[in-house]
């Protein structure tokens, strides 16, 4: 059974960097897979914020691009997401997600393995 667990978030202020990491057990690196961060803020739906998939190719919702980057570890089966110069409207609970198949990597609903999510607070 795979797990996904979040780990990094906290409060930080506007300008201020989080370093979010997610470790997947449970779950083999072979063959064709997509990891991705996605977030949801109090009354709002759920977004993708960034994706890579086994090729390492990288995806980006426009609002981080330039700010945000995703990484994996395959070796550790680890995925993290650096987060720079954060802004209030990054706030939110970020989850890391992954699944086999997906058409759109930033599309939330794609997503069939979920963790528990880490909360990111700017302020």
């Known amino acids: 059974q795979v797990q996904l667990v979040e780990s990094g978030g906290g409060t930080v202020k506007p300008g201020g960097s989080l370093r979010l990491s997610c470790q997947a057990s449970?779950?083999?690196?072979?063959?064709?897979?997509?990891m991705g961060w996605l977030r949801q803020a109090p009354g709002k739906e759920r977004e993708g914020v960034a994706a890579i998939d086994s090729d390492g190719i990288e995806s980006y919702t426009d609002s981080v691009k330039g700010r945000f980057t995703i990484s994996q570890d395959t070796a550790k089966n680890t995925v993290v997401l650096q987060l720079n110069d954060l802004r209030p409207e990054d706030s939110g609970t970020y989850y890391c997600?992954?699944?086999?198949?997906?058409?759109?990597?930033?599309?939330?609903?794609?997503?069939?393995?979920w963790g528990q999510g880490t909360q990111v607070t700017v302020s």
């Open positions: 997600a992954t699944d086999r198949l997906l058409m759109r990597p930033l599309n939330p609903s794609e997503y069939q393995i």
């Open positions: 449970g779950y083999s690196t072979s063959g064709s897979y997509y």
